[in-house]
């Protein structure tokens, strides 16, 4: 970004505010937020410095979540994190928060949610508070149940009829800052 790693220039910043749904000031925390992670001032985020992120360190997903973010610059950074900016509400943005979630499901990384791949994001989630079975018998009925062409796996259409909007964003959306810009 820009002519250096230092700093951004305003037309990256007028362009990312468009992209992304985030004011100047949020890029400009992102930013120094971003170079503070960046240890080894490559201008690109590692698996572990990615995870140092308590937002994302938290989360029970993490793993995936470094699967599907690893090695990122700022712009990439910002795109993916605005796929979490709750007070970005327009359909792009849902769309994206979506597939986001999508991917994060799609273990294998193969177009659709199997039940394996559900049921080792669901274990994930769940951890030791269900048996395997339980996990397993959860899968198959959400597999069953919104599997709507019966080829026993999701796609990206069938997933998305299992979650209305309001719900979405529930599911995808965190507090990043003490001042309540959410994310």
Same mark, same amino acid.
């Given at each position: 970004?820009?002519?250096?790693?230092?700093?951004?220039?305003?037309?990256?910043?007028?362009?990312?505010?468009?992209?992304?749904?985030?004011?100047?000031?949020?890029?400009?925390?992102?930013?120094?937020?971003?170079?503070?992670?960046?240890?080894?001032?490559?201008?690109?985020?590692?698996?572990?410095?990615?995870?140092?992120?308590?937002?994302?360190?938290?989360?029970?997903?993490?793993?995936?979540?470094?699967?599907?973010?690893?090695?990122?610059?700022?712009?990439?950074?910002?795109?993916?994190?605005?796929?979490?900016?709750?007070?970005?509400?327009?359909?792009?943005?849902?769309?994206?928060?979506?597939?986001?979630?999508?991917?994060?499901?799609?273990? /294998?990384? /193969?177009?659709?949610?199997?039940?394996?791949?559900?049921?080792?994001?669901?274990?994930?989630?769940?951890?030791?508070?269900?048996?395997?079975?339980?996990?397993?018998?959860?899968?198959?009925?959400?597999?069953?149940?919104? /599997?709507?062409?019966?080829?026993?796996?999701?796609?990206?259409?069938?997933?998305?009829?299992?979650?209305?909007?309001?719900?979405?964003?529930?599911?995808?959306?965190?507090?990043?800052?003490?001042?309540?810009?959410?994310?």
């Amino acid at each position: 970004m820009g002519s250096s790693m230092s700093n951004l220039l305003p037309e990256e910043l007028e362009e990312l505010e468009t992209e992304t749904g985030f004011s100047q000031q949020q890029l400009k925390r992102l930013f120094g937020r971003f170079m503070s992670l960046d240890k080894s001032s490559t201008g690109v985020l590692s698996t572990n410095e990615l995870l140092a992120i308590p937002e994302i360190a938290i989360n029970p997903l993490a793993p995936r979540l470094a699967v599907l973010l690893r090695e990122v610059n700022f712009r990439d950074f910002v795109r993916n994190l605005a796929a979490f900016n709750c007070s970005n509400h327009n359909s792009n943005n849902d769309s994206k928060r979506l597939s986001l979630l999508f991917r994060i499901y799609d273990v /294998d990384d /193969d177009g659709f949610i199997s039940q394996e791949d559900l049921q080792q994001v669901l274990e994930m989630l769940v951890g030791e508070c269900f048996t395997a079975r339980q996990v397993e018998s959860t899968a198959r009925r959400i597999i069953s149940e919104y /599997d709507l062409d019966h080829d026993c796996a999701l796609s990206l259409q069938e997933f998305s009829k299992a979650f209305s909007d309001e719900d979405l964003r529930d599911t995808m959306t965190f507090k990043m800052y003490s001042d309540d810009t959410a994310f």
